[in-house]
């Protein structure tokens, strides 16, 4: 979001609290009229927080960002009304499809397709051993004097002192340590999330899979952005999986609308690559050449062993390749001016 609006120069403040009333004091201190605010989550008791911005003039907005189940009625529950939001945005086109069979049961909102955009200071995860100068390189490029923009602008320490000249009697110096050294190239498969939540079967089915087993593993402990990124940092050759907690409904229900889910606009940020059972039509063809996509079991199993046998350089390749084309595809600037919320804004985007 706020990506998105600082691509058109807006000044996007944040005010977060999980204490409801808390949050309601800070907001309606904030606030002022013909303010778009921007409630980012689910449907919950916050909708009684927006009614109260919507009354002091406020333009409010719900932006969706939890996976909606197929038939799940809160989809068109009152909770979505205008006298809660005057529009709503989501991620998925799934969602959006959904959302737009309940327009006009109970005067619907506005609705916006609205994808998660790429985060750019996203680290990236490495599937390859970083790139050593020779020391031909490294000569000519020690005798450069870096220009000041250039520099680190917020070094966290000191510059060490130049060492001291070798006497005749030292022992030469260890050569530096390589930092390939500190590169894990064994892939392995992992679940971003919980395999729970309706997914316990599908994961049963990849577990019954002798060479997939050993390689399996989940991680449900990330909650903040520094645990995210220290995790991106530590999940060298990681090859992520991803299930829908309606996973089984999917091989009945081909056609119903079974969401992407919002992480891996997260994960594609690190450029992360990235094996997911089938999903809604229109968001695979948003997502097409970016993510990889097949049945469960083992459609999914298939597309992990042709990642895991490649050679690091060729899935370091693949993986900047798909991060390459999803930032491009998903730039900020890019999803708001096609959402036409420079419209809403009133601005002229050049």
Request: charged share 20%; net charge neutral.
């Amino acid at each position: 979001v706020r990506a998105g609006f600082g691509s058109f120069g807006v000044n996007a403040t944040h005010v977060y609290d999980r204490n409801y009333a808390i949050a309601v004091k800070r907001m309606g201190a904030e606030v002022k009229p013909n303010d778009v605010v921007i409630l980012v989550g689910s449907i919950r008791p916050d909708a009684r927080m927006m009614a109260a911005m919507k009354q002091k003039g406020a333009y409010t907005v719900l932006y969706q960002t939890e996976p909606l189940l197929i038939g799940n009625p809160a989809a068109c529950s009152p909770a979505h009304a205008d006298a809660f939001f005057d529009e709503i945005w989501d991620y998925s086109l799934a969602h959006i499809d959904m959302l737009c069979q309940c327009a006009g049961r109970m005067g619907f909102p506005l609705i916006r397709y609205v994808p998660i955009t790429y985060w750019q200071e996203s680290p990236k995860i490495r599937y390859a051993p970083p790139k050593e100068k020779n020391s031909r390189e490294e000569g000519k490029a020690s005798s450069i004097t870096p220009s000041p923009s250039a520099l680190p602008t917020h070094p966290t320490s000191k510059p060490p002192s130049p060492p001291p000249p070798p006497s005749s009697s030292s022992p030469p110096p260890p050569p530096p340590s390589s930092s390939s050294s500190l590169f894990n190239p064994k892939p392995s498969l992992l679940f971003f999330g919980a395999p729970f939540y309706g997914r316990q079967e599908c994961w049963r089915r990849l577990n019954l899979i002798e060479d997939i087993a050993k390689d399996l593993r989940f991680e449900y402990t990330i909650w903040s952005a520094a645990a995210f990124e220290n995790f991106t940092r530590n999940s060298d050759s990681t090859i992520f999986l991803n299930m829908h907690k309606t996973c089984i409904l999917g091989e009945s229900h081909p056609m119903d609308f079974i969401n992407l889910e919002p992480r891996l606009s997260k994960l594609m940020s690190a450029h992360a690559l990235v094996v997911s059972s089938h999903s809604y039509w229109a968001d695979e063809e948003m997502w097409k050449d970016i993510i990889t996509f097949n049945d469960q079991g083992e459609g999914l199993a298939i597309e992990y062993r042709k990642f895991r046998n490649l050679s690091p350089d060729e899935r370091q390749a693949e993986s900047d390749r798909r991060g390459k084309l999803f930032e491009e595809r998903f730039n900020a600037k890019l999803v708001f001016t096609n959402a036409k919320i420079d419209v809403l804004l009133g601005l002229r985007v050049v």
